[in-house]
């Protein structure tokens, strides 16, 4: 392959004295692979790091970490380990676990100190690697390695709150075996390897291989026309359908908002407000949460959100930014409805009927049948490779 001397800067808004620059070289798509220079470690998963998944564009090349099967390794171990949080008690598995396609099946989920939780609903990591913009609505975090940064730094609340607990918990990771033998292939040019900035990288390169291309769907359109039910069948093409509208938030090969990849260019972020609630009749939403509007104090960006990926939608209820949609057919009923009506208690209101809901949430006719086609087509995004992966599963267990 001819090397495309091409770079990409996406320059995204500067906040919290944040400023992240993601430059995407393409010439530097390479597989750089540490561990294969007579390295290996017994017991631990090779085989290349798939650059160009199947149906998929190429991953995105990111200038200062190149994706290597021993750094993806490392993450893997990282991901399972509790000793990176202050009490030992929390690692990013217990939010994100693999048989729930990365999500922990609660609405929100505890946090650190007893009695807290975070913000938002835990978000799958399928396919986070094709994420320009991670979380519900950050604008700023467009890295996997900032976004790790925040869970061991952040404070509100904390997750695994490192802040003033910094050398003792870099020593705990500095003093296992296991991380003396992890840590000088995955950072061959290192010195001294063992730095919060490489924990976030080796994170990073773990979470951009978590790929999920083989669902039934990818089979049926990679042409085995048995492997979706009839009905699955027709719950695509109403997916697709002008009337459903579906694809005009959950589009392309991730069922995502806008993806990144070494093919784009540019990538301009989404939002929308999905019209969930509408608290006084103002358009509000639960503990004064604004979403995008929070960033950008913009007040026609109160109330919206990220798309996110529909893929293994199956296996990560509850639903929406706040786990408050219990399953997959009260998604649709809300959308049909062009809105959710919640008639009683504090957030009360017609969501339908706020002043911030986008345009594209106009309700639509829906038979019960249909309903059960459009269920059994999203079911048909369910990755059962994925969640059984072993590149992926705790390493500290069998
Ligand atoms: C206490 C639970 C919890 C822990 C621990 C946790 N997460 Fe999360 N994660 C969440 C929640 C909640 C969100 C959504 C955050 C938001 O939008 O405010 C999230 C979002 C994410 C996202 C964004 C995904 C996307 O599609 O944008 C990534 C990536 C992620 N977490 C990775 C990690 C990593 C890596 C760790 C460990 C360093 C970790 N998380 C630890 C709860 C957790
Ligand atoms: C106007 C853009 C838009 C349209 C049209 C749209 N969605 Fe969404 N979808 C979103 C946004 C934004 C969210 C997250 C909203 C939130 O959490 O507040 C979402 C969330 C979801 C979720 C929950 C995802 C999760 O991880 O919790 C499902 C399922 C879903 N949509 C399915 C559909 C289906 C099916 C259709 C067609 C009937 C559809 N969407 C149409 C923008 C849209």
Request: charged fraction near 20%.
């Amino acid at each position: 392959m001819l090397p495309i001397l091409r770079t990409l800067c996406v320059f995204p808004l500067i906040s919290f004295g944040i400023a992240q620059i993601a430059c995407i070289d393409e010439a530097r798509i390479r597989l750089h692979d540490a561990s294969s220079n007579g390295d290996d470690h017994e017991g631990h998963l090779h085989g290349e790091i798939d650059l160009q998944p199947e149906g998929f564009p190429p991953l995105r090349a990111l200038e200062d970490n190149d994706l290597s099967r021993a750094k993806a390794e490392l993450g893997r171990y990282l991901f399972y380990d509790s000793a990176l949080s202050q009490d030992s008690s929390m690692s990013c598995a217990t939010c994100h676990k693999q048989e729930f396609a990365f999500t922990d099946g609660e609405a929100l989920s505890p946090a650190l100190h007893e009695g807290t939780f975070t913000k938002r609903n835990s978000m799958s990591l399928t396919n986070v690697a094709y994420t320009p913009f991670l979380t519900w609505v950050n604008p700023t975090i467009t890295r996997l390695k900032n976004q790790a940064a925040g869970v061991f730094f952040g404070e509100d609340p904390a997750e695994f709150g490192v802040t003033g607990f910094e050398s003792e918990i870099l020593g705990r990771i500095e003093t296992k075996t296991i991380y003396q033998q992890l840590f000088p292939p995955a950072f061959p040019y290192d010195e001294n390897p063992w730095s919060y900035e490489n924990i976030f990288i080796a994170l990073e390169a773990f979470q951009m291989t978590l790929i999920s291309n083989q669902s039934p769907y990818d089979a049926y359109i990679s042409g085995d026309s048995n492997a979706l039910s009839e009905s699955a069948k027709r719950g695509l093409i109403l997916f697709n359908s002008e009337r459903l509208d579906c694809t005009h938030c959950h589009n392309g090969f991730n069922f995502a908002g806008p993806v990144i990849s070494a093919n784009t260019a540019n990538v301009e972020m989404e939002f929308f407000n999905t019209g969930l609630y509408n608290i006084d009749g103002e358009g509000g939403l639960p503990n004064g949460d604004l979403g995008l509007a929070e960033h950008t104090s913009e007040p026609y960006d109160i109330g919206k959100f990220r798309a996110p990926t529909l893929r293994n939608i199956e296996l990560t209820a509850p639903y929406m930014h706040d786990g408050s949609v219990e399953t997959l057919e009260d998604v649709i009923r809300i959308y049909a409805r062009g809105g959710r009506l919640i008639e009683n208690g504090a957030h009360a209101g017609d969501g339908a009927l706020s002043p911030y809901k986008s345009v594209l949430i106009d309700g639509f006719e829906i038979t019960e049948s249909e309903i059960e086609d459009l269920i059994n087509f999203l079911t048909s995004l369910t990755d059962e490779k994925f969640i059984s992966n072993e590149n992926f599963s705790n390493p500290f267990e069998g």
